[in-house]
């Protein structure tokens, strides 16, 4: 072809692809180093890559390469490979002249959606074991590939990398320098070992460009894509694989656990040998070694391309301050690969499991009887605080036991939550991943009770740390078994005594006296016990062995320090630790329990403690609770608890009887209404407190029309249910009672009238009177509006300023009652007001309280005028058996005092508005956040499609994905499209600061949907 004046590059190269492919492309460029490649779209929409390479491109090169892309679909049309299209003539290349009449080589490969793995947001440990399993499939189908041209050496050869040596003096950084020529030293130790494994065809560039990923909207992320077969080689396959790792460890805040799962993932479809998962940690440094030196002598020929610089940021920033030890990173490939942590491993299991019962009695007396006490985060309430635990509780757990036993044991592999110092939490935030598992064995005795060796061993440490909550004296024995296999057994909390005639080094012999239980005030502050734990090597850890792990991350942890209860002369299964299975209690629930019974999440959560405002799982995983508004002061919060405890200890009867709390807490509850609300009748519940809300109204009005907003909710019982427009309208709903009229909720982002109408709460305030008018048309009458002050179930929906002043006034002009439910919007959670109808500028007749007052007790209250308490006087008794008891009563006026002394309201508003403004600003960068409306901790976040209507599936992956990330939030609104956002008062800054950046992160992972 030659150049025609009139046509650009991209026209000209369409014509090539026309003539040779027969494909009638548009085309565009895309980018490319050396060789150019453009996107090639045709009118139907099927798309492809146009290929011209640079002149100088050796055929050899690309045949290699298009036959073993060709060889790869044959064999399995599943690869994620490119396919490659022939010409109209069958030839899968093709010699054409480019415009400036140099000969170039073409050809054609179909497109693959996606995007590069570089690009994308969400780099989870799924998406890396997925690429693992991709890699390992197209290697595994290259295996038979053979191709002598492809044994070559290059600079991207990882067996011939060597050739940085050369150019180390262009690193001018004397650190950087002694980094790489660590990599290089470690490398070079690993030379022979590699040079003796087999080779075979690889990619040998599976960077983060070259793999593809794509995902659906709302679901998980796939590789969809392995492309440029560039650099392809002869070479061991665990070259390929160490590539492709060393850029999937970049940019992680947790690269051991992504490099385990694309480890994992390859392994599980092409199984790797040990030899070759322990090259991969020192193999991958050296590739950004490579990486890094090649970038730095480019940078120094060309001083004006800041990006190369740029470019190697994430690999310096991996080399230089990830620091973490070769061995627990081969001994973690390993375990995920199902293969013995360390040399030996199984061996020594072996003898120590065949063993049992002939080790010396650690205390000198067998323990098999010996009472085991749980510590979990299930059974035992210590520590009140999970975030503090008190030297006191230190002190004095199981104290109950030692009363009456000389011994007692903890469990292995149990989740607890007294490992409270900030070492044991993983990330930033209070409700980040923690360490909670413990990986021992505790044997609990009196200070002073001497240990014995449970078999010959040598000191390999022996130290004091003196810090409080840490091991106080603290031994390490190593131990050598018949097969001259090594292990070691840690003893901690001892008394330090043993430092003036141990050292390490020194010979124990099985049965010999050599430590003591400490006292607290040398054994870290614990109730006297040893710590007994096992490690199969002590490498990466030394001295300095975790004695608790991350649930999530458990299996490697008991591969390298399994169960030591063998070494007790004890049975695994004794001291092995199961927390209650999600799984068993969910088949109960669908056994034992209605249908309609719903859990929250994809993912149910086993919440097994909670505090203040967060909760915990059964492995003690925490969770911010920004949800849940019943524990309006907080979980677990130590007032209440110890007010119901004293109260129970006393009295706990019903209103028949006369008791000062319950003046107590109505005057409590009265003080902070208005003053023409005198009356208070306790019950149980909101449903119970609406019930007897429509009661007084109708003996008051004397009819029994009641008018509420649409998607309202008012409980369960049947009253409540018939005005609540949100359960009765639904499918198989119980439908419109006659009685009952809706009016629009007056939602000036959705409804009829809208935010920019001045107008807009008269204009919702009308809608009144036509309910008014069919009431009366039915001859039924008014007897009362019902409102939630704000509605929540509704979407979280702040009516515009004087609405109510309005509607209130029509309704009073026919006689009617004006009922608020405050059960999500009092008591201060709004931040501004104690009450919405405050804010509203309305004194209601009926005002309905429920779940927060008890902070979890059941109570509900309604409180009305003197005037309409007496029409309901009849001389017919009301009675609620548990409502106003003397608990009741009593809890629910230290509900009321505490958020009145922990300054709860003021509290709300503070954190409220800084999550406000927050969502203001995550709104101006996602266009799916349609608005953002709320008071203080009473918020919502509605979610819409790019045309405005609501997006459900969106919201609830939003939910999904918080809740993966560890925090509580809530959906609701008619089409289920509004984040709810209502946690208990007691939430920070620091935890809104979380929930914010969280937020962010989830909503930013959405741009990787195709
Ligand atoms: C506004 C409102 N009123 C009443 C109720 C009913 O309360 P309970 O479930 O305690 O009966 C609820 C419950 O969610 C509610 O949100």
Redesign the pocket.
């Known amino acids: 072809m030659t150049k025609d004046p009139d046509i650009d590059l991209e026209e000209f190269w369409a014509r090539a692809l026309k003539t040779h492919w027969n494909i009638d492309a548009e085309l565009s460029v895309l980018p490319g180093e050396l060789d150019q490649n453009f996107l090639a779209q045709e009118k139907d929409g099927s798309k492809c890559i146009l290929k011209i390479m640079r002149k100088e491109c050796p055929h050899w090169l690309i045949k290699a390469q298009i036959e073993a892309i060709e060889h790869l679909s044959k064999k399995d049309s599943s690869l994620k490979v490119p396919m490659i299209l022939r010409s109209s003539k069958g030839a899968s290349f093709i010699d054409e002249v480019d415009w400036f009449g140099n000969e170039r080589l073409i050809w054609v490969q179909k497109y693959i959606s996606g995007k590069c793995y570089a690009e994308i947001k969400q780099k989870s440990p799924a998406i890396s074991f997925d690429m693992g399993v991709a890699l390992g499939q197209v290697a595994k189908a290259l295996a038979d590939y053979k191709n002598e041209s492809l044994v070559r050496d290059f600079k991207w050869n990882l067996p011939g990398s060597l050739w940085i040596k050369k150019y180390l003096t262009t690193i001018e950084d004397s650190d950087r320098l002694k980094i790489i020529s660590k990599i290089i030293d470690d490398f070079e130790e690993i030379l022979p070992t590699l040079s003796s494994l087999g080779q075979q065809t690889i990619h040998n560039d599976p960077n983060d460009y070259n793999i593809l990923i794509s995902g659906e909207k709302y679901q998980s992320l796939n590789v969809s894509g392995i492309i440029d077969f560039g650099d392809i080689c002869v070479a061991p396959r665990v070259c390929d694989l160490s590539i492709a790792a060393a850029y999937i460890v970049l940019d992680h805040t947790e690269p051991e656990k992504m490099l385990a799962a694309f480890v994992s993932g390859y392994h599980s479809v092409y199984p790797l040998d040990i030899k070759e998962v322990d090259l991969v940690w020192r193999l991958l440094r050296m590739r950004l070694a490579v990486s890094v030196v090649n970038s730095t002598l480019l940078a120094s020929k060309n001083k004006d391309d800041a990006y190369i610089t740029i470019s190697q940021t994430p690999a310096w920033d991996f080399l230089e301050n990830f620091r973490i030890n070769e061995g627990l990173i081969k001994a973690r490939l390993k375990s995920v690969c199902g293969m013995p942590v360390v040399e030996g491993a199984d061996r020594t299991m072996d003898w120590i499991n065949k063993e049992t019962n002939k080790f010396f009695p650690l205390f000198g007396t067998q323990l098999a009887d010996v009472e085991i006490k749980s510590l979990s985060v299930e059974n035992t309430s210590v520590p009140q605080n999970p975030f503090e635990l008190q030297n006191d509780e230190a002190k004095n757990i199981g104290f109950e036991i030692r009363d009456r036993d000389n011994f007692w044991l903890g469990y292995y592999n149990e989740p607890r939550l007294i490992y409270t110092a900030r070492a044991f939490r993983l990330g930033p935030w209070k409700a980040s991943n923690r360490r909670t598992v413990h990986i021992a064995i505790d044997v609990f005795a009196d200070e002073g009770t001497e240990l014995f060796a449970p078999l010959d061993g040598e000191v390999f440490i022996a130290e004091y740390r003196e810090n409080q909550l840490d091991y106080g004296g603290v031994i390490i024995l190593k131990h050598t078994t018949p097969s001259k296999d090594e292990f070691f057994t840690l003893y901690g909390h001892l008394d330090p005594i043993f430092l003036n005639n141990l050292k390490v080094g020194d010979k124990i012999e099985k049965g010999q006296k050599f430590c003591q239980l400490g006292p607290p005030d040398v054994n870290g502050g614990w109730a006297p016990h040893v710590h007994f734990q096992l490690a199969l090597t002590t490498e990466g850890m030394e001295a300095d062995w975790p004695g608790v792990a991350d649930p999530d991350d458990l299996i490697f942890w008991n591969a390298i320090c399994p169960n030591p209860a063998a070494l007790l002369n004890l049975k695994d299964t004794d001291c092995l630790y199961e927390p209650s299975g999600k799984k068993e209690l969910m088949n109960d629930r669908l056994k034992h329990f209605g249908g309609n019974l719903s859990v929250s999440y994809d993912d149910p959560i086993l919440i097994s403690r909670a505090w203040k405002h967060h909760i915990f799982d059964e492995w003690g995983r925490p969770y911010l609770d920004a949800y849940n508004n019943v524990p309006h002061v907080g979980h677990s919060h130590p007032r209440i608890n110890q007010v119901a405890l004293d109260q129970l200890n006393k009295v706990n009867l019903n209103t028949r009887y006369l008791h000062p709390l319950q003046s107590k807490f109505a005057k409590k509850i009265l003080s902070k209404l208005p003053a023409n609300l005198e009356v208070c009748y306790f019950v149980?519940?909101?449903?119970?407190?609406?019930e007897l809300a429509l009661r007084l109204a109708r003996a008051h009005s004397g009819k029994k029309g009641i008018i509420t907003p649409d998607e309202?909710?008012?409980?369960?019982?049947t009253g409540?249910l018939s005005i609540s427009a949100y359960k009765f309208k639904k499918p198989n709903g119980v439908g419109q009672a006659e009685w009952v009229e809706i009016i629009e909720v007056p939602d000036d982002y959705r409804g009829s009238f809208k935010k920019d109408d001045p107008d807009r709460a008269i204009k919702f305030a009308n809608l009144i009177d036509g309910a008014i008018e069919r009431l009366n048309s039915k001859g039924i009458g008014l007897s009362a509006f019902i409102m939630?002050t704000f509605p929540?179930?509704g979407g979280q929906i702040i009516p515009p300023q004087g609405y109510l002043e309005q509607v209130y006034g029509k309704i009073r002009k026919q006689g009617g009652v004006c009922i608020a439910?405050?059960?999500?919007?009092g008591l201060g959670r709004l931040g501004d007001c104690y009450f919405g109808f405050e804010f509203q500028k309305v004194k209601p007749d009926i005002v309905?309280l429920?779940?927060p007052l008890g902070n979890g007790h059941?109570i509900?209250a309604v409180i009305t005028t003197q005037e309409i308490s007496k029409s309901f006087d009849n001389g017919i008794e009301f009675f609620s058996t548990f409502g106003g008891s003397n608990l009741s009563c009593r809890i629910g006026t230290e509900v009321l005092d505490i958020v009145d002394q922990e300054n709860l309201q003021q509290s709300a508003k503070t954190v409220g508005d800084f999550l406000i403004s927050g969502f203001r600003e995550l709104k101006k960068r996602f266009d799916f956040i349609g608005d953002v409306r709320g008071m203080g901790l009473f918020i919502g976040l509605e979610i819409i499609r790019s045309d405005g209507s609501e997006d459900p599936e969106l919201c609830g992956y939003i939910k999904n994905k918080m809740r993966e990330n560890r925090i509580l939030i809530g959906s609701d609104g008619p089409k289920d499209n509004v984040i709810k956002i209502r946690p208990p008062l007691t939430i920070e800054l620091e935890d809104a600061q979380m929930l914010l950046a969280t937020l962010s992160e989830v909503l930013e992972g959405t741009i990787d949907w195709s």
């Open positions: 149980n519940s909101g449903s119970e407190a609406n309202g909710y008012f409980g369960n019982t409540a939630e929540s179930v439910d405050e059960v999500q919007t309905v429920g779940k059941p509900g």
